[in-house]
């Protein structure tokens, strides 16, 4: 333990050198390492995490990012949608997902993405895949997301195609509102409805239709959190006077759809009541640099195609190195209330949506 302290000086004061992703083969178990007094103390002390690498057998390294990322998006749900994809089932690799921020000198403007990192050897196994599987135009995650997949593997962006980058994500990004709710059970819960349709507790969510918000649904996103008896639903801010009015009517409206004898697979609490809690994600900035080199001319091809795709502005020669910092996230918290159970004869579903569930469960 002493060595391993030793060994990595932190300078976070004084010049930032110890930074990036460290990999240390030990012969302890990765739980007593992490756990040990001086080298937990040590991290918190600095700054810095600890993880378990998922590939035993060689590093991982950076490839790129997806863009268009929410920030409580959860990634492992994520992560299980992109595998659960013919492309990967059929090549399999190991791959990890986690938060970061693009950012441009321009207009000083930023956005979250979520970058990939795949082990050295799957480096153009792991970039093939994302380039055909994750563009503008395929919704393989949960909500119904496109996320469009741009390489840092021998690329560069400049500021130009990062602001245009930038504001296609914000689209998706900003003026969201969640709210936290206690009381439902696990999202991915088959549920039976009295339609005879099974769907998952997420795409029920999904599919509660609203009249007169943006997209004439309650929500446009809906997933787990760390804590299993609260889930985050997400709406557009602009919506939330409505959201907020439809609340009180939700676990009544969930029960007219659902068969009676399933209403434990749905509510956690006996008497079926719901808990909510709101919340306000804003975004910090920060200062970590990636480091690229000359982009090569599939890397350029692919980017330039998406970059197309994104806006009419033509994409510019890559000479920048890109930006991309991780950030905190902050929250302001509002008072948590009891929902009482109004009667509401009003359908929160559309036949369409009723249709796309049992199409897509």
Known sequence: MVGAINYFKSSRSAIKSLAGNYHISSTL???????H???????????????FHESQTSDMVLIGFLSRVRPFTWREDLKR????????????????????ILSSNLKAAMTPIMLIEVDWPKIEQGLHFFRITMDDEQRISSYGIPYPFFSLNKNRLSDKERLQIITDSRQHTDNISIIHINGLGNIDNLIPLKKQVQVKLRKLLLSIHQTNTSNNKLFIQVE?????????????LTDTELVLQCLPTLSKLIQQYVTPTSLHNVFTAPDLSLKFVTKTIPIKKGNIQITTVP?????QDHTTRLL????SASAQKRN???SVNTRNIQTMKSPTFMVTTIPDQTSPFTQSSLEDMQRHP
Do not use: C
């Not at 982009?295 to 890397?299: D, F, G, K, P």
């Open 295 to 299: 982009v090569s001319a599939e890397t």
């Open 308 to 311: 197309k795709k994104l806006s």
């Open 81 to 100: 949608d992109i595998m659960e994809t013919p492309q990967w089932k059929a090549n399999p690799f190991h791959f990890r997902l986690y938060f970061s």
């Open 320 to 322: 920048i190195v890109p």
């Open 37 to 51: 007094p001086k080298n937990s103390s040590w991290l918190g002390l600095n700054g810095y995490h600890i993880i």
């Open 29 to 35: 178990p990765f739980s007593e390492f992490k756990s």
């Open 224 to 236: 787990r959190q760390s804590d299993p008896d609260w889930i985050t639903a997400a709406f557009h």
